[in-house]
C-alpha cells in the first residue's frame, strides 16, 4: 500500500472510531498533502489530518488545544488519558487560596482570572458537586457547577474580569501576556487575602516565571508571610479546580451577554473566529474588535 493509500484508510478509520463517541462528524476532504475532516461540539470545532509525505503517515489535531473536545480527541486517537496518571502521593493543604485563569487562548472575550478560598468543609461540598478541571467539563456543566460553588455557605472567591479593551490597555502596557497575568492573579490573590486567613496560595503555573504579588497599601497583607506555589496540572487540588470553573463561568457569562445583544461570538482561534473577526472589521471598524477582541493575536493580521 502507497503512502497516500495508507493515509486515506487512516484517515477513514479515524472517523469510523470517532463517531462512535457521538461527536458530529464533517465529510473528509482530500488536499494537496493530506486529508481531513472537522469534529465538531457545542463549543469548539477541532480538525482532524492525516498527512502523507516522504516521512510516512501522521496525524495531527488542529484547534484550541485546551478545550475539552481536543483532549477527548487526543484521548480517542493517540490513547492519551484525560486524567494526569502519577503515583505521586499529593498532599492538599488543609486551607488554601487556588487560583486558575480562562480566556487567555481566546481571541474574541475577556480574560478572566479567579482565587478561591479552600478549607476542609469547602472541599466535601466541592467534591460533592463533581468539581474538577474546568476543562474536562462543558460549558453548561460549568455554569451549573460554578452556581452552586456561589451559593456555598460563607464561600469565598474574587473573580477579575478583564474586558478585550481593557486586555488590550494592559498588553500595551505590559508587551507580554505572562505579566499581564501575573497582575491578574495578584490582583485576586490579593482581594482575597484581605477576606480570609491563610498561609498557602497555590496557582496552576502559566510561565516559567514566578508569581510576584504586587506591592499592596494594606499592611494587614503586605505582612502576611505567603508560601506560593505554582504547579503544572494546579486543577488536581479541588481549590485551583473551583477557581477554573469560576473563571470559565465568567468567561461564559460575557459570551452570553453578547449574544443577548444580537452578537455571536466564536470561542478560541480557527477559521471560524477569522471569519467573524473579518466580517465584524467589515461592518463595524477595528474600534469594534478592540471592545470584543484580544488585538495582538495573529488573527488580526490574517484580516488585514
Do not use: C
Not at 12 to 33: G, N
Request: hydrophobic share 35%.
Amino acid at each position: 500500500m502507497n503512502i497516500e493509500k495508507e493515509a486515506a484508510s487512516e484517515i477513514k478509520r479515524l472517523k469510523s472510531e470517532i463517531i462512535k463517541h457521538l461527536f458530529t462528524v464533517s465529510e473528509v476532504s482530500t488536499k494537496q498533502y493530506n486529508h481531513e475532516f472537522t469534529v465538531s461540539s457545542d463549543q469548539d470545532k477541532i480538525k482532524v489530518q492525516v498527512y502523507f509525505g516522504k516521512k510516512g503517515v501522521k496525524t495531527i489535531l488542529q484547534g484550541n488545544n485546551e478545550s475539552f473536545l481536543y483532549k477527548k480527541l487526543s484521548s480517542i486517537i493517540f490513547g492519551e488519558s484525560l486524567f494526569r496518571q502519577t503515583n505521586e502521593e499529593i498532599h492538599e493543604p488543609g486551607n488554601y487560596i487556588g487560583t486558575d485563569e480562562s480566556g487567555k487562548g481566546d481571541f474574541f472575550g475577556p480574560l478572566t482570572v479567579a482565587a478561591f478560598y479552600s478549607d476542609n468543609s469547602v472541599k466535601k461540598e466541592l467534591t460533592h458537586f463533581g468539581v474538577k478541571d474546568s476543562k474536562l467539563l462543558t460549558d453548561p456543566q460549568i455554569n451549573l457547577i460554578a452556581e452552586k460553588i456561589k451559593k456555598i455557605k460563607n464561600v469565598s472567591y474574587e473573580v477579575v474580569v478583564i474586558t478585550p479593551a481593557k486586555y488590550n490597555e494592559l498588553y500595551a502596557k505590559f508587551g507580554n501576556l505572562n505579566l499581564l497575568l501575573n497582575w491578574a492573579h495578584s490582583k485576586a490573590i490579593e482581594v482575597l487575602l484581605n477576606k480570609v486567613d491563610t498561609e498557602t496560595v497555590i496557582t496552576d503555573k502559566f510561565s516559567k516565571r514566578e508569581l510576584n504579588i504586587s506591592t499592596t497599601k494594606n499592611k494587614s497583607v503586605s505582612d502576611k508571610k505567603i508560601n506560593f506555589i505554582q504547579t503544572a496540572k494546579g486543577e488536581r487540588f479541588i481549590g485551583v479546580a473551583a477557581a477554573s470553573i469560576l473563571a470559565r463561568n465568567a468567561m461564559n457569562l460575557w459570551f452570553e451577554n453578547q449574544k443577548q445583544k444580537g452578537l455571536v461570538l466564536p470561542k478560541g482561534a480557527s477559521g471560524e473566529v477569522d471569519l467573524k473577526a473579518r466580517i465584524i472589521k467589515s461592518q463595524f471598524g477595528e474600534a469594534k474588535l478592540n471592545e470584543l477582541a484580544k488585538l495582538h493575536f495573529k488573527t488580526l493580521q490574517k484580516i488585514k
